[in-house]
């Protein structure tokens, strides 16, 4: 049983078609978690790219489908940190928490 796969880039050509893509990072638009969970298009196949956000961020150029930047915190945050923003989030938004 495989626990862990590798992907080589692009990771876009993986993605199902018409797939939304934001990127995270400590310089994008502000948003709550909530007020950004809330905002995604309820029709269409998201998907969030988190960087290591206390020591660097992602960057646009290496993903050219990132629609927008997005920041969840006035102050730098670990990957995982904002990844347990964001999802918790998603929980609370959709029922399931």
């Given at each position: 049983e495989t626990l862990?796969?590798?992907?080589k880039n692009p990771v876009q050509a993986r993605l199902?078609?018409?797939?939304?893509?934001?990127?995270?990072?400590?310089h994008g638009t502000r948003y709550t978690p909530q007020?950004?969970?809330?905002s995604l298009p309820p029709d269409k196949p998201?998907?969030?790219i988190f960087g290591a956000m206390a020591n660097g961020s992602i960057?646009?150029?290496d993903h050219d489908n990132?629609?927008?930047m997005?920041?969840?915190?006035?102050?730098?945050l670990s990957g995982a940190?904002?990844?347990n923003r964001v999802l918790g989030s998603l929980e609370a938004h959709w029922g399931v928490a």
């Open positions: 862990l796969k590798v992907i199902p078609p018409g797939t939304v893509c934001y990127g995270f990072t400590k007020h950004f969970v809330a998201v998907a969030l960057n646009r150029d990132i629609l927008d997005i920041c969840i915190s006035d102050y730098p940190t904002a990844i």
